[in-house]
């Protein structure tokens, strides 16, 4: 059983901070690839970031490489993506998976506003 937990998200004018946490509940965390997705209104869910089982390694979609950064806490079971800088079009809801995601691991997510 695995349970997907995201909180963080909220209301910010452009040009401000967030951070997002993702609380996963599964057995050998460490041994997972995880990621961040978002899906804004009337879109595809996109890939947001990537980062491996230890930390060491991070990856980004082009539109958030400068801007977003992706960490975990393999002792607390814990991924989060800290969002800065914040536009307009990052507005949508954020939900972690695994790499690649696994359909029935998709959780709640967390919205995330951006007013101009």
């Known amino acids: 059983q695995v349970q997907l937990v995201e909180s963080g998200g909220g209301l910010v004018q452009a040009g401000g901070s967030l951070r997002l946490s993702c609380a996963a509940s599964?057995?050998?965390?460490?041994?997972?690839?995880m990621g961040w997705f978002r899906q804004a209104p009337g879109k595809e869910r996109e890939f947001v970031a990537t980062?491996?089982?230890?930390?060491?390694?991070?990856r980004y979609a082009d539109s958030v490489a400068d801007r977003f950064t992706i960490s975990r806490d393999n002792a607390k079971n814990m991924v989060y993506l800290q969002m800065n800088n914040l536009k307009p079009e990052d507005t949508a809801v954020y939900y972690c998976?695994?790499?690649?995601?696994?359909?029935?691991?998709w959780g709640q997510g967390t919205q995330v506003t951006v007013s101009s």
């Open positions: 980062i491996n089982w230890s930390g060491s390694s991070s």
């Open positions: 998976n695994i790499n690649p995601p696994h359909p029935a691991y």
């Open positions: 599964v057995r050998d965390f460490r041994n997972y690839v």
